[in-house]
């Protein structure tokens, strides 16, 4: 079992978990994997929880399993009107630890007010955020969870600026520290001089995303990776996300879920990083595998 969070210890998982609906094959079913998916939030224990694609027919079992976190439902993305394909990207956190004093959400286009797309983005998208209030210490921080868009380049490069600049806004006349999870669909690395040509089935050379251009928009404004600041390298065999290939998906470098900190009080410290394969193959939780930070707080 993984130990559980101390006073000054900060579990945070970002898991996207692949919706309730599958146009693929009927083992994909949400139904044929919920199980897994939430036996894999229990055995860790995150004290925050961001997911990506959550449905209507995903949140019963939410609701059951996961009754000692409170939640921030969040904008709807991809379908407007329709309420069992609406796609969310909720928080939750333990309502034991924390308490809300402050939420929002917001999409990423040009008109980030208004349910809305942008630049070449294939689907509505948006980000969640909320401040958060430690019971016992009385600390205070903020926390963002998003899903950048699948198709557009341009998009996850704008989006993220505008989740930037969202976060300075939040953060005005404070220190307060900012941890980011999400699904950025982007690769955080590629080795130099990658040939994607050489890459086997199932990987398709030309839907490979581009590598560091996202992770660059929030580095070069003072965010860290906590899989590096937690001491891990980077290499090909780190991939979140799997098609629901497990462990015989090729080594392709497909880090597209991070989980991001802003800490110029030195407040936290990521101590741990985890990507969770927790598996009964071929059943899988998701086609993501989830990731987990365990951070330090001072």
């Known amino acids: ?30 139904v044929k994997r919920s199980d897994l998916a939430m036996a894999v939030i229990q055995k860790y224990e995150p004290d925050l929880l961001g997911c990506q694609e959550v449905q209507a027919g995903n949140l019963p079992l939410f609701n059951e399993y996961l009754s000692e976190y409170a939640a921030h439902l969040g904008a709807e993305t991809v379908i407007q009107d329709d309420n069992e394909k ?8 333990k309502k034991s630890r924390f308490e809300k004093y402050s939420m929002g959400s917001f999409y990423l286009s040009q008109t980030p007010g208004k349910w809305s797309k942008s630049w070449d983005s294939m689907h509505v998208r948006c980000a969640n955020w909320i401040k958060l209030r430690c019971l016992k210490k009385g600390s205070e921080f903020i926390y963002l969870n998003t899903h950048l868009d699948h198709h557009g380049e341009q998009a996850r490069i704008e989006g993220s600026k505008i989740i930037v600049d969202k976060i300075k806004k939040l953060r ?43 992770l660059s928009v929030y580095t070069e404004n003072g ?34 879920d991070w989980i991001l900190f802003y800490n110029d009080s030195q407040k936290i410290h990521p101590k741990t990083h985890l990507i969770i394969h927790d598996a009964q193959p071929p059943r899988y939780p998701s086609d993501h595998y989830p990731v987990l930070t365990e951070f330090v707080w001072e």
Not at 230 to 242: E, P, Q, R, V
Request: proline share 9%; with cysteine.
């Open 1 to 30: 079992m993984y130990h559980r969070c101390s006073n000054n210890l900060l579990k945070v998982m970002t898991f996207n978990i692949n919706g309730y609906f599958s146009e693929r094959e009927d083992r994909y079913h949400w």
């Open 223 to 256: 965010f860290r990776d906590t899989f590096l600041e937690a001491g891990h390298i980077n290499s090909l065999d780190t991939n979140t996300y799997h098609d629901f290939y497990g462990e015989s998906f090729p080594p392709v470098g497909l880090r597209l």
């Open 86 to 93: 609406a796609v969310y990207n909720p928080i939750f956190w």
């Open 172 to 214: 005005a006349g404070t220190d307060l520290p900012v941890i980011i999870t999400g699904d950025f669909n982007s690769r955080a690395w590629a080795p130099p001089g990658e040939n994607v040509n050489t890459y086997p089935f199932p990987i398709i050379p030309h839907s490979l995303p581009s590598a560091g251009t996202v």
